[in-house]
């Protein structure tokens, strides 16, 4: 399989946008028309440069309004495409493509349509040249793949084929599998791109809110077994128009790119039953189990805050680092280790961050597979030295340049907490949390595309729609990604300012990626109780909201109080009820969360969310941080 990517999916020059494609991995490139005439160089010289970094040209677009022209314009046409034919043989490649027409003198008719690519299939035979066409959306004739088919069909020339974008069927909501009764050696040339589902122009929706696939809504992996069904084997290529993406790191879009679709062919070649050519074997999306450990990187006297704050939440400081300044602390299925070291990995995160979580432990059904997949799919490796009776556990780097570690049963990593750790006995604190119920991450809004694509790629994980947060200084975008029995779960912040609470600890911390731990308890009541009599002390919520909470669900006097009492907030939908206790914002803005689902309730207390970041930022302003 040999993969692809459009230049105007990259934000750069063209230098820029070659460097990063080749980097990604890539093997070949669409060249747009506009990044080659912005370009300094010749058409030959960029052919060179193209190839010196190991890329080929495999398309040469767009060329628009080409067919059902009357004359005198059907014959500049033709001579504007025997230019396009010069330009291409400079600079090395044999394909151009040609959208549907979309001019208003254009005349319909298939057969009209179809002469027109005879002949201008024997003019790019006379070079040693192809041509492909592409239905366009919104074409004034052709806007739908079967009839460019029908046309490429009857002008019967070898050298003319059709050209499918994904965006352009599914977008119209034409079913892809009418795609497998085209014959494969028909199609030259198959184009990708997923979208999020809005309700609007065409046009405009394909201009600016085009992604990677997986990345959107679309049937992205329907289309393309559609595709390989014909049994076509040519380029599989992205052509993507976002406006996001134009202003961010062309390394970064590119990884992403080249992440997505080998992940997508992946997909398609485990779905079957079509084959997917010269595609790399790579591991399956692992199934995670949950969060093994939580490990945060301090020092002095935060990192004694640190522990105190979880001795109130009922933790037990339960083994000790046979060589490292670490100290674990449990209770139920959660761990949270502490480290003190003042080298290494931990050491540079906290220089960087202050206290923050530098690296998460996933229990997994295969680590060495895992790690497997995710290098496949671009991820950064991650090693350091093992000392004496240490175990070498499988790593990657993961958001803001911390670390994910996986833990398997079958290699005896989960037995890291017997080796590594000298048991420590102390008094049992336990005040009934269970479980981590999901990490909070922060990053800016224009990361979070890519990094739920990383976790949807790498582990067996759907997503939730993006929902907005309101903070009194601004919105903040939350997507949740959880694995299907709800094992692990991942919400994604996205800052758009500083002046957010998100934005705020993105800002002070200098990228930390986890902003708060949410713990479970099959009880918060009695939670509640006993974190009060060791000394927690909760986030103050106003009593303005339990008045409201009063008028928006039918609560019994004595459940209202309890939650009052115990500065517990609710939610409820058609599953189930959620309930929710926050620790004080510490470290600069993180925190703790207490949850109980009952019944079915699968959200994570949005409703809730302007209320809770209004009640901190109240108490961090007490503290003499300034309002931003």
Not at 176 to 192: E, K, N, S, Y
């Amino acid at each position: 399989m040999k993969t692809s990517i459009a230049t105007v999916s990259i934000s750069g020059n063209l230098v820029e946008k070659l460097e990063a494609i080749a980097a990604a991995g890539f093997d070949g490139i669409e060249i747009f028309e506009q990044d080659f005439i912005a370009h300094d160089g010749s058409p030959r010289e960029v052919g060179d440069l193209i190839r010196s970094m190991g890329l080929e040209i495999t398309l040469f677009q767009p060329f628009r309004d080409f067919e059902g022209l009357p004359d005198p314009l059907r014959a500049k046409a033709f001579d504007r495409a025997e230019r396009k034919f010069d330009l291409m043989q400079e600079l090395g490649t044999d394909l151009v493509l040609v959208c549907s027409s979309c001019h208003p003198q254009a005349l319909g008719g298939v057969d009209r349509a179809a002469a027109d690519f005879h002949e201008l299939g024997e003019r790019a035979a006379r070079r040693g040249l192809r041509v492909g066409f592409e239905a366009l959306a919104w074409g004034h004739h052709v806007n739908d793949h079967r009839d460019a088919w029908e046309v490429v069909r009857r002008a019967d020339h070898p050298n003319v084929g059709l050209i499918l974008d994904s965006f352009h069927t599914l977008g119209r909501g034409i079913d892809p599998d009418t795609i497998r009764r085209i014959p494969g050696d028909r199609i030259f040339f198959v184009q990708l791109a997923d979208a999020p589902r809005i309700d609007m122009d065409l046009l405009y929706w394909s201009r600016h809110f085009r992604n990677m696939p997986g990345e959107g809504d679309l049937d992205v992996t329907g289309f393309m077994r559609a595709v390989m069904a014909t049994g076509y084997a040519g380029p599989v290529s992205l052509e993507i128009f976002n406006d996001q993406f134009r202003g961010g790191l062309p390394r970064g879009i590119a990884r992403d790119g080249y992440r997505s679709l080998i992940a997508l062919m992946d997909d398609v070649r485990r779905e079957g039953p079509a084959s997917v050519p010269d595609l790399p074997d790579i591991p399956a999306r692992s199934r995670v189990g949950g969060v093994s450990f939580v490990e945060f990187a301090t020092r002095g006297d935060e990192a004694e805050a640190l522990e105190t704050m979880l001795t109130t939440l009922g933790f037990q400081h339960s083994g000790t680092h046979i060589a490292k300044a670490l100290t674990l602390w449990a209770q139920g299925d959660i761990r949270i280790v502490v480290n003190r070291e003042t080298t290494g990995f931990a050491s540079s995160a906290y220089a960087m961050h202050g206290t923050t979580v530098c690296d998460i432990g996933i229990a997994v059904e295969d680590a060495a597979g895992t790690v497997a997949r995710a290098r496949q799919l671009g991820a950064d490796p991650f090693q350091q030295p093992t000392g004496p009776g240490e175990l070498d556990i499988p790593a990657i780097r993961g958001l803001s340049g911390s670390v994910l570690h996986f833990i398997d049963e079958a290699s005896g990593l989960s037995d890291v907490w017997s080796v590594e750790f000298t048991r420590t006995e102390t008094e049992n604190t336990d005040a009934g949390l269970r479980r981590i119920d999901h990490l909070a991450q922060t990053m800016s809004y224009d990361e979070m595309l890519s990094w739920s694509l990383f976790y949807t790629t790498l582990f067996e994980m759907g997503k939730s729609p993006m929902v907005d947060v309101v903070d009194p200084d601004g919105l903040v975008r939350s997507q949740a990604l959880e694995a299907t029995d709800g094992a692990f779960r991942i919400t994604l912040n996205g800052a758009e300012t500083h002046r957010t609470m998100a934005g705020n600890f993105l800002a002070d911390s200098f990228g930390a990626s986890v902003q708060h731990i949410a713990l479970a308890t099959d009880d918060i009541f009695a939670t509640s109780a006993a974190l009060a009599a060791r000394g927690f002390k909760p986030l103050p919520i106003s009593e303005n909201y339990y008045a409201d909470l009063a008028a928006r669900f039918d609560l019994a006097p004595d459940m209202l109080e309890r939650l009052r009492e115990g500065n517990i907030l609710y939610d409820e939908d058609a599953q189930g009820a959620f309930f929710q206790l926050y620790s004080r914002p510490y470290a600069g803005g993180m925190f703790f969360e207490i949850v109980e689902r009952r019944g079915g309730y699968a959200g994570y207390g949005a409703p809730n969310a302007p209320f809770r970041i209004a009640a901190q930022k109240r108490l961090m302003r007490q503290k003499g941080i300034p309002k931003r």
